[in-house]
C-alpha cells in the first residue's frame, strides 16, 4: 500500500505538469529555433495573422484568399490576442502559446485527478493524473500551436461537468452545461458528438428535465449563432461552424493514396490546389473535393473499406513502436469494466471511444487527433489495472476485500 500522502496535492501536481512542460520546452529551444513552433499550426497562424493585420477571419494559406471558416474560431482567436500583444510570429508570441498550451495541459491533469477520483474510485484519478503530468508523449503534444491541448481540457472538462449536470435539477447548471459546449464546438467540431448522446444520460428518464435541455439549447446556440451568421454572410453558404469536411474526405480518398494521414495533396503541399482554391473560392472548392471524394468511394468501395481499417488502425496504434497496441487494448478493457460498473455515469468514455474517432477513420488520422480523448484512456487504462490489482489482492488474501483499500496515496 503506498502512503506518499504527497501525491494527493492538486497543487503538486499542477506546479508538476506545467514545470515539466516548460522545462521541455527550454530544453529544446537550446537546440532549435522556438520560431519553429509556427509550423505546426499553419492555418490557425495565417488566420490570426490575417485577422491582426485587418483583414478579418480569412487566408487560411497565407495568400490572400477571402474569408473562411477552415477552421473553428476559438483558439485562432486566442491566437490572435496574442499577436495583437506580443506581435505577430515574434518569439515572445510564440513562448506566450507554448506557455497557455503547457496550462491547458496542466488543468487537464488537475481535472483528470478530481474526475477519476470522483467516477472511477480506487485512487485512479491521483495515478492518472500523474501519468498525465510526467508522461514524455503528453508533454510533447504540447508543442502544437493548434487547439489539440485546449480540446483534451475540454474533453475532461465534460466528464466533470456531465457528472455534475446529471444529478441537477437546476436550470443554471444547464445553462452553463449549453454555454460550455457552444465554447467547446467553436473549439474543436468534433466535439459536437459528445452533445446529444450526454445530453440524453444527462436528462435520463426524467421527463421533467425536457425543460432544462431546450434551456441548454438556448444557450449553445448563443454562443455558436453569430458564428453562423458571420458565415453564411461572409460565405454565403449556412455552415455551422467549419465547412473543410470535403476536402478533409478527398484527402483520404482519391487515387494515389499513399497512407493514413496522407497530405501530400494538401493545399498548402501543392501550388496547383492553392491556385484552384483561390480560383473557385473556398465553398466550391470544397463542395468539388466532396464530390470527387464520394466518386471515388463509390467507385473504389474495396479500396475504400481497405483504407478506412488502415486509418482505424493508425488512429489507435500509432506512434508506431511505442506499445500503442496495448494502451489501447487496455483503455476498452477498462471502458468495459467502467460500463459494467455504471453505463450512464461512464458514458462520455463510451462516445470518446467509440464515436469520436469515426469522422477521422472516413478522412485520415494521425496520433494527435486522438489526443483529445487520451487523458479518457489514460484513466480507463490506470482502473483496468486498478482492478486487476484488486483481483489479485484478493485471490492472494482469499477472500473479497472492499474496493478502493488496495491502492492508496495517503
Request: hydrophobic fraction near 50%; include cysteine; aromatic fraction near 14%.
Amino acid at each position: 500500500m503506498l502512503r506518499l500522502r504527497v501525491f494527493r496535492s492538486p497543487a503538486l501536481l499542477f506546479a508538476t505538469a506545467l514545470l515539466v512542460r516548460v522545462y521541455f520546452f527550454v530544453t529544446l529551444f537550446h537546440v532549435t529555433s522556438v520560431q519553429r513552433v509556427w509550423d505546426t499550426g499553419y492555418e490557425a497562424c495565417h488566420i490570426a495573422a490575417s485577422i491582426v493585420s485587418g483583414q478579418g477571419f480569412s487566408s487560411p494559406f497565407g495568400v490572400p484568399t477571402g474569408p473562411t471558416a477552415w477552421v473553428p474560431p476559438l483558439y485562432v482567436g486566442i491566437l490572435a490576442i496574442v499577436f495583437k500583444i506580443f506581435g505577430t510570429y515574434t518569439t515572445a508570441a510564440a513562448w506566450t502559446m507554448l506557455l497557455l498550451n503547457a496550462l491547458f495541459a496542466a488543468l487537464t491533469a488537475i481535472a483528470m485527478y478530481f474526475a477519476g477520483e470522483r467516477i472511477l474510485g480506487n485512487g485512479v484519478g491521483v495515478i492518472a493524473g500523474w501519468i498525465w503530468a510526467l508522461s514524455p508523449y503528453a508533454v510533447t503534444m504540447s508543442i502544437k500551436i493548434w487547439e489539440t491541448s485546449l480540446s483534451a481540457l475540454l474533453v475532461i472538462a465534460a466528464l466533470l461537468l456531465y457528472d455534475h449536470v446529471k444529478d441537477s435539477p437546476h436550470w443554471i447548471a444547464w445553462t452553463v452545461w449549453g454555454l460550455f459546449w457552444g465554447c467547446a464546438m467553436l473549439a474543436n467540431t468534433v466535439l459536437v458528438i459528445f452533445y446529444p448522446f450526454l445530453c440524453i444520460g444527462a436528462a435520463g428518464r426524467d421527463r421533467t428535465r425536457f425543460r432544462f435541455q431546450i434551456v441548454a439549447v438556448a444557450a449553445l446556440c448563443a454562443v455558436v449563432g453569430p458564428w453562423i451568421v458571420r458565415n453564411y454572410l461572409q460565405l454565403h453558404s449556412l455552415v455551422p461552424v467549419r465547412d473543410n469536411f470535403g476536402e478533409e474526405l478527398w484527402l483520404g480518398n482519391h487515387e494515389g493514396v499513399t497512407g493514413p494521414n496522407d497530405e501530400t495533396r494538401h493545399p498548402l503541399a501543392v501550388p496547383a490546389e492553392l491556385a484552384a482554391y483561390r480560383e473557385s473560392g473556398e465553398r466550391d472548392f470544397v463542395a468539388g473535393k466532396q464530390r470527387a471524394a464520394i466518386a471515388f468511394i463509390a467507385g473504389h468501395p474495396a479500396e475504400f473499406a481497405s483504407l478506412t481499417l488502415r486509418r482505424i488502425a493508425h488512429f489507435w496504434l500509432s506512434p508506431r513502436g511505442s506499445g500503442w497496441l496495448y494502451i489501447s487494448a487496455l483503455s476498452f478493457v477498462g471502458l468495459a469494466l467502467a460500463m459494467k460498473k455504471d453505463f450512464v455515469g461512464t458514458l462520455p468514455f463510451s462516445i470518446a471511444l467509440l464515436f469520436f474517432p469515426i469522422a477521422y477513420y472516413s478522412t485520415h488520422a494521425d496520433n494527435w487527433y486522438r489526443h483529445p480523448i487520451e487523458p479518457l484512456m489514460i484513466l480507463l487504462i490506470v482502473y483496468s489495472l486498478v482492478r486487476l490489482w484488486h483481483q489479485i489482492a484478493i485471490s492472494g488474501t482469499g477472500g473479497p476485500k472492499r474496493i478502493g483499500s488496495d491502492v492508496s496515496l495517503t
